[in-house]
């Protein structure tokens, strides 16, 4: 009897495996008949956070992640943590 793999089979994964060579998340698109080469989200914090601004701010905002190589919320979060954070030195 062969033995199942321990981590995931799936391209470019290091997952643990727990079903038929997959991890969680690729054992799931396989059942649903999805791709199993498209990137896999991290997981959240399951926190969200809706900010309204004005249209230019975003604009601003998009420029510099896309400048930094990071994601409009990953650069809003960080221009958060900085506005929280100034004044407390």
Do not use: F, K, N
């Not at 080469?37 to 309204?52: A, H, K, L």
């Amino acid at each position: 009897m062969a033995t199942m793999p321990t981590t995931c089979t799936a391209p470019a994964c290091d997952r643990g495996a727990i079903a038929r060579g997959l991890c969680q998340a690729h054992y799931q698109r396989q059942r649903r008949g999805r791709s199993l080469d498209e990137p896999i989200r991290p997981p959240g914090d399951g926190q969200q956070i809706v900010v309204r601004c004005r249209r230019g701010l975003v604009e601003r905002l998009r420029t510099r992640a896309d400048a930094a190589g990071l994601s409009l919320s990953a650069t809003v979060r960080l221009a958060l943590e900085m506005w929280l954070t100034r004044g407390e030195d």
